[in-house]
């Protein structure tokens, strides 16, 4: 049975891009359990789970006690970088990961290993087609000072 989902879907670019197909199994990298990277044990779970989640629809609101549009200087960002506080910078803002650590498709490890830093560079050369800010604005911190 085919089940389409009606949550909206964003790319920045098309050009050049291949379009994922959805897979049974957790797609083209894999299960979840045999991906690179993914904790032999992790919960299968998708971006639509996650932005389900986020909006609403999978409970529980997306970082509530977390501060609201503030400069983050890179002594802080690099604090958060542990499986229960992870904070990433992309694009000059920074945003706490630690909800999506397990929707992420390449697993948590990979997530994990650019937490606390400026991740800008990493993400164009691996998303470059992701809208990040569409996808983790229910996750954002503040803005990367310089």
């Known amino acids: 049975m085919l089940t389409v989902s009606t949550l909206p ?8 891009a291949a379009i994922a ?35 609403g629809g999978g409970g529980g609101a997306a970082g509530s006690e977390r501060p609201q549009g503030r400069g983050i200087s890179r002594d802080e960002l690099r604090a958060h970088r542990s499986p229960g506080d ?20 390449g ?3 990979v997530l994990l290993g650019a937490a606390g830093t400026d991740a800008t560079r990493l993400f164009q050369k691996h998303h470059a087609w992701v809208d990040a800010d569409y996808l983790l604005s229910a996750s954002t911190v503040g803005w990367l000072e310089e």
């Open 9 to 16: 879907l964003r790319c920045t670019s098309t050009a050049g």
């Open 21 to 55: 197909q959805p897979a049974s199994g957790g797609g083209a990298g894999g299960s979840p359990s045999t991906r690179e990277g993914a904790a032999p044990t992790e919960k299968a779970a998708s971006q639509v789970d996650y932005m389900r989640m986020m909006s």
């Open 86 to 105: 992870a904070w990433i910078a992309l694009k000059g803002k920074v945003y706490d990961v630690t909800s999506y650590l397990s929707y992420h498709p």
């Open 107 to 109: 697993g948590a490890r």
